[in-house]
């Protein structure tokens, strides 16, 4: 499939929201993953890419959660925050009922890409520049037929 030609071919992203493969017992107490949460038999679980399901001790059901894993003979979860934790966790998506609501409502640098923009190679030091006297960044995606 000419969509998946490039997969794989690139090394793994070594930031800890990037994990490899473990066996389960190998799991460490106070481990850190993202996970799904799931419902079955009125409870619910988070699966974190190991061999089987995690009690998550939560309320977000469907939902995609960085949990802390405890290991004390039997696995569990809880939510963390990303926020609390040393190092890259990842980016946030967030959905806007208009582009313009969301652009009222942001203190950040905002880039907008758009097949009709200015080429980004001509505007790679302004904004490196604006980056590093901010902490957040949004991208705003165009899609490849229409602009913004």
């Not at 107490?29 to 089987?52: A, C, H, M, W």
């Not at 405890?70 to 040393?86: H, P, Q, R």
């Not at 640098?109 to 902490?135: N, P, R």
């Amino acid at each position: 499939m000419w969509i998946l030609k490039h997969a794989g071919i690139l090394p793994p992203i070594k930031s800890p929201h990037h994990k490899t493969l473990i066996d389960i017992k190998n799991i460490k107490n106070n481990e850190i993953r993202f996970g799904i949460v799931t419902k079955q038999n009125d409870s619910l679980y988070v699966d974190v890419g190991l061999q089987k399901l995690i009690k998550y001790k939560g309320t977000q059901i469907g939902k995609k959660v960085l949990v802390k894993i405890s290991n004390n003979g039997e696995l569990s979860a809880e939510d963390s925050v990303k926020e609390e934790l040393e190092g890259y966790w990842g980016y946030d998506v967030q959905f806007a009922e208009s582009l313009s609501s969301l652009l009222g409502n942001t203190n950040c640098e905002i880039l907008m890409t758009s097949i009709e923009g200015l080429q980004f190679t001509k505007h790679v030091d302004e904004l490196i520049d604006k980056l590093k006297l901010s902490k957040n960044l949004l991208v705003v995606f165009g899609g490849p037929k229409f602009g913004l």
